[in-house]
């Protein structure tokens, strides 16, 4: 199959071969029809398939054969994504595939100032790629409109209609029209969350290329038991005795992961960390020092490493296991992609074993055990041991990091920590902390993904 086949327009086609592209991706190939089709539409695979270019080509050629309204032009599709990173690379892929289109991508995101982002707004979007947060402080500022938008997108739809996200998704929902076609597209989705996406998607066509909960087979796992008090002078001496060019670890914690590269760097490592407390522009930093060999390693939480494209990553490492099995899935899939090799190395210690019971049945494989000299556990692994507190529950129980967030009656708005009422935050537990930023010296600053 070719994209010609999939009923593309010339430009899209042109922009696709300049860009070497040739063949769809299985997703590609039956995605695009069906939402060209105009059809709403529930897209499963994973991660590295190709989803981006699944909803962007469709959405692209349905725009660019329509004429806007007169008037301020008001964004006409609207793509939501968890994760400032996700959000630029979104909207580098639609700049792409559309460079010999007259459409503007326009970006909202937190870590950002707002003065920046108002204006690119006022000078007008035909498309608006946001992250929930700041896009709910634009709309209540009135700096972004959309009632306009034909075409909704819920990318990495697993976390962004995970319980923690809905409130924010469903105020922003509530301003989008009820005419529209809606995509959403992630590697994995559990079935109260398809539930909860059927809710104002309207007879959906369901794609799902992969079984659910898969990841690449090129993939190799391992797993190293080790004391929790040992991981790090274990991972240490991985590193150390390794050659390898590039390697993502993964922590549990924003603090845990700042601690550990900087740990790493004492050892003689170059390492950077990169979590929802950074801003938009360490984030950016971090990331191309790591892209252009800089830093070797790059140590990033399960919220800040959503969106990372990093070409041929050789190795992932999890220092931490995952409290929520489905982020395995998301983690691993950073290396292995597009059908090259990569290998998965989990750290895990005595408390963790229930934790790896989780991932295993997930997976419905076993994960091989392999003690490293000298670093053998004081007590085995046991696979039956009860979850750690929080453990394997969604963002309705626990923040990204496992941190449990703060309880309150239901039905009663959530308050943030100075007292002040959430009229722009009922999504503040949903994710990482939010702080707002206006661009100007002792401003309070946005950090959420």
């Not at 690449?216 to 390898?244: M, N, Q």
């Not at 790591?290 to 969106?307: M, S």
């Not at 046991?382 to 239901?410: E, H, M, V, Y």
Request: proline share 7%; glycine share 8%; aromatic share 2%.
């Amino acid at each position: 199959m070719s994209f010609e086949s999939l009923g593309l327009s010339p430009a899209l086609l042109r922009a696709l071969a300049d860009s070497q592209y040739t063949v769809p991706t299985p997703i590609q190939a039956q995605a695009i029809p069906l939402a060209l089709a105009g059809h709403d539409l529930l897209g499963g695979a994973q991660t590295g398939t190709g989803k981006t270019a699944a909803f962007s080509l469709p959405l692209l050629q349905r725009l660019s054969k329509q004429t806007p309204p007169n008037g301020p032009r008001k964004p006409r599709a609207l793509i939501l994504v968890p994760t400032r990173e996700l959000a630029v690379q979104v909207a580098d892929s639609l700049k792409t595939y559309g460079r010999q289109l007259r459409l503007n991508v326009t970006t909202i995101y937190g870590g950002a100032g707002m003065g920046p982002q108002v204006d690119n707004l006022r000078r007008g979007a035909d498309i608006l790629v946001a992250t929930p947060g700041r896009l709910i402080d634009h709309l209540e500022r009135g700096s972004a409109k959309l009632d306009a938008v034909e075409i909704l997108v819920l990318d990495e739809a697993d976390r962004m209609l995970d319980m923690g996200f809905l409130p924010a998704i469903k105020r922003i929902i509530n301003r989008v029209p009820k005419e529209r076609q809606t995509l959403l597209f992630s590697a994995t989705f559990e079935e109260r969350i398809k539930a909860l996406a059927m809710e104002f998607m309207r007879n959906p066509q369901q794609v799902q290329v992969t079984a659910r909960n898969t990841i690449a087979e090129t993939i190799v796992h391992r797993a190293h038991p080790v004391d929790g008090s040992r991981k790090r002078d274990l991972l240490i001496s991985i590193l150390t005795s390794r050659h390898t060019d590039q390697v993502l670890v993964f922590g549990k914690t924003k603090h845990g992961c700042n601690r550990l590269a900087e740990q790493l760097e004492t050892a003689g490592l170059k390492a950077v960390a990169i979590h929802g407390n950074k801003s938009q522009a360490q984030r950016q930093k971090a990331l191309i020092q790591f892209k252009t060999g800089k830093a070797r390693i790059l140590v990033a939480t399960d919220v800040a490493a959503r969106g990372l494209d990093i070409p041929n990553l050789p190795l992932v490492i999890n220092h931490d296991l995952p409290m929520v099995a489905e982020d395995y899935i998301h983690r691993i899939g950073r290396t292995g992609r597009a059908g090259s090799t990569g290998e998965a190395l989990s750290l895990v210690s005595p408390e963790e074993g229930g934790l790896l019971r989780q991932i295993q049945r997930m997976l419905n494989a076993d994960i091989v055990m392999d003690t490293v000299p000298g670093y053998a556990p004081s007590k085995p692994i046991r696979l039956d041991a009860p979850i750690p507190k929080n453990g394997g529950q969604r963002a309705t129980s626990q923040k990204p990091g496992g941190q449990r967030p703060p309880t309150r009656a239901a039905g009663k708005p959530a308050h943030r920590a100075h007292g002040k009422p959430a009229s722009r935050g009922a999504h503040s537990h949903a994710g990482p902390k939010q702080h707002r930023s206006s661009g100007k010296p002792g401003a309070r600053r946005d950090t959420r993904a």
